[in-house]
């Protein structure tokens, strides 16, 4: 028979495993700090064999290293969003070369030189041919667009 002191370590021991495997599944950097703080206690579980203090030293590792560490590795393992030709067209004028009409599905524009699937920020707006239009985004291959606001002298 196993004395307490010794399942402890094993538990410590496998609870380590288990959250090495579900990081490793997930991916979140959530896991990682348990299972870092699941270590510690593993550790001095072979030194102290009080459950309470194991336990205290698990709660006080895992916590401490997700609230100062993840932000921070977060920061370097976040992949940065890389910005294509298509994104330097927001905000910039384009000019209606087929009525944009959301309720027909119809519209293009013309941006750049390139023609472009368009569709009406406002839903219930038809805009003609010819008026000048600023690009608000693009999903996809369809830019969506408003009519250009006139300053008034």
Do not use: H, Y
């Amino acid at each position: 028979m196993l004395s307490p002191s010794t399942m402890m370590t094993i538990f410590w021991g496998v609870l380590f495993v288990a959250f090495v495997i579900a990081e490793t599944a997930t991916v979140q950097l959530i896991c990682i700090w348990l299972a870092a703080g699941s270590l510690a206690s593993f550790l001095v579980s072979f030194f102290v064999p009080n459950i309470m203090v194991q336990t205290v030293i698990f709660v006080v590792v895992s916590t401490l290293l997700l609230v100062f560490t993840r932000p921070l590795l977060k920061k370097f393992i976040t992949p940065k969003r890389v910005k294509t030709n298509a994104d330097s067209l927001v905000g910039r004028e384009a000019i209606v070369s087929q009525t944009i009409d959301n309720l027909r599905g119809t519209g293009r524009i013309m941006a750049d030189g390139l023609s472009w699937n368009a569709r009406s920020d406002d839903p219930g707006t038809v805009i003609a041919p010819n008026e000048v239009v600023v690009i608000s985004r693009i999903e996809g291959v369809t830019a969506f667009v408003s009519r250009q606001e006139t300053i008034s002298e």
